[in-house]
């Protein structure tokens, strides 16, 4: 057997940047600590343009709709962005996933957060990674199969494609990878971006995961099996019943923390990693 080589002997990595958009009007991991903080649920109807739990209530199991008539939902409309600063086609503006457009938009704010022109990263080592689950657009933007030339399947909706939508908007040269490990992503996304920085396959990484909820089709499967009927989550509390689903994107921005500190970064976080 080898020698063994131990987690503090592994140089840990640097969180030098922070985006997020989460539920509650959080736009920043300041915004975040304070809603933490206050203790406010975010838990809310379904907001208008989703889609309509009464008339689902009308078709399905009225438990189980009603179930489906409530979450932690992103304020304002996901859907208004501007697709000119991501070099997105004129052709796919109206058809691009919203959690590419949230996604897109984080990441352009977590590398200004770090302090790093966006610019300066063109060209570069730098790794994208992101973790992703459900592709609620495919369902919302179905079509009949005579309208199939048009189907949005073919405008950039498979979850496959988000870290690819980064790398190709910011002309980031390093690994790429999208990961769905179903609750997990965002957090297993983060631990191979500090295991490729440790490894020397990039310089730089982004690292993060992103959930919209655009249609009623997942929502109604949870809700058939984990969804909270008193609508709270109660981990490791006797009440527990299930549990309330979100929506929301967060990415970091990485670094080696010799390089960080080298390059004059500010250092947020550090980030332990294993061998």
Not at 5 to 25: K, L
Not at 31 to 51: D, K
Request: with cysteine.
């Amino acid at each position: 057997m080898g020698d063994v080589v131990s987690a503090s002997s592994v140089e840990p990595v640097a969180i030098i940047g922070i985006g997020c958009r989460f539920p509650g009007g959080v736009e920043s991991a300041g915004g975040l600590w304070r809603l933490a903080a206050a203790g406010r649920s975010t838990v809310g109807p379904v907001p208008e343009g989703r889609w309509d739990a009464a008339r689902l209530a009308q078709f399905h199991d009225p438990d189980l709709t009603a179930r489906a008539g409530y979450g932690c939902f992103l304020d304002g409309d996901v859907w208004a962005w501007e697709p000119e600063a991501f070099a997105v086609a004129p052709s796919e503006q109206l058809w691009v996933d919203p959690q590419f457009r949230v996604l897109l938009e984080v990441s352009w704010e977590a590398v200004e957060h770090a302090g790093v022109p966006v610019d300066q990263l063109r060209g570069s080592r730098t790794g994208v990674y992101v973790g992703t689950y459900a592709p609620d657009n495919l369902f919302r933007e179905a079509r009949p199969v005579e309208d199939a030339p048009n189907s949005p399947y073919r405008f950039g909706n498979f979850t496959a494609g988000a870290a690819g939508r980064v790398a190709f908007a910011l002309d980031l040269r390093g690994p790429v990878m999208v990961i769905s490990t179903h609750c997990s992503s965002g957090l297993v996304a983060l631990d191979t971006a500090c295991g490729a920085l440790t490894l020397g396959e990039c310089d730089t990484a982004l690292a993060g995961g992103v959930l919209l909820m655009l249609s009623p089709e997942t929502h109604m499967y949870e809700s058939r099996l984990l969804l909270s009927e008193r609508g709270a989550c109660s981990a490791f509390d006797a009440r527990a019943d299930g549990y309330v689903r979100g929506e929301g994107a967060g990415v970091l921005v990485l670094k080696r923390l010799a390089d960080a500190c080298r390059d004059g970064n500010r250092v947020l976080v550090l980030q332990r990693c294993l061998p």
